[in-house]
């Protein structure tokens, strides 16, 4: 199931940007890559190169435990048994999954992507994986529309549910604008509130083949941008704290793992599949 420039499992060398607009303005850039791999992949991938593991240690790899319940299993059987509880047939198309891999065995992701196709390549649907520092995960299942799969722009609507950013209030709205990948990668999410945008955070990457040699470059580029990406947050809310920010409370984590959105109104329903 992979294959071609918008099927292969590859690199997206880019950019992660975070503009906050009020009540304190602050803005952050970072250099980074992140891998697209197909799920189908998995075992061919971690047979034929050097430099990426699936399940196991390598100087790249990706770890199932790392994503969905956390518990390890494979991780296709789970979005699917997801996007059936939401009413979806995709007929068994591919899942791709943009997020950081794991750099010298570590990784935090604030956010995965998953792209959810039909076998002829139209996507079906898209999930939201996020994690905050404090160790919570939660998913936003979003549907896209027939007319939408070959769209070069999608864009989704959800409530917040979990506590994020300590400087954030719970009350606020994700707005999705993602180019899904093919030469070129974007997700970009505006945060609202009653008063308008909070927060406008994007990734945008350019792709590269998943080789030994790509991923040794990336490496060399980045050695630690794993570890830096958890520093960077910590920084990141120090300088913040510097500013006047306030802390908002944190409240308890959903109890469920995923949330299926109605995209007419951004409206979710819980799905509980296991603790977050």
Partial sequence: ??????????????????????????RLDYRVFSALLDLDDLPDM???????????????????????????????????????????????????VLCYPRLWGYVF?????????????????????????????????????????????????????????????????????????AETVSVVIRQT?????ILVASFTGDRAPLTDRALAAAVARHPLMTVKVMAGIHWEALKLFAKGMRLRPRGTAPADLVTVVRPADGVGTPRVTAPS
């Fill in 1 to 26: 199931m992979s294959g071609g420039v918008d099927g292969a499992s590859a690199l997206y060398r880019g950019a992660v940007m975070h503009r906050r607009l009020r009540p304190r303005r602050h």
């Fill in 193 to 197: 509130d009653a008063e308008g945008t």
């Fill in 46 to 96: 971690s047979r034929r190169l050097r430099w990426f593991a699936h399940n196991r240690f390598a100087p790249v790899s990706f770890h199932d435990r790392d994503h969905g319940p956390g518990d390890g299993a494979p991780l296709r059987p789970w979005v699917e048994a997801e996007l059936a509880r939401a009413g979806l047939d995709l007929g068994g198309g591919p899942i791709r």
């Fill in 109 to 181: 992701n604030p956010l995965t992507v998953y792209f959810c196709h039909h076998p002829d390549g139209r996507l079906g649907a898209v999930l939201h994986e996020v994690n905050n520092t404090f160790g919570d995960r939660h998913c936003y299942l979003i549907p896209v529309a027939d007319a939408d799969g070959h769209a070069p722009v999608v864009r989704q609507t959800c409530d917040k549910r979990m506590y994020v950013s300590p400087f954030m209030e719970m009350e606020t709205t994700y707005h999705f604008r993602i180019r899904p990948p």
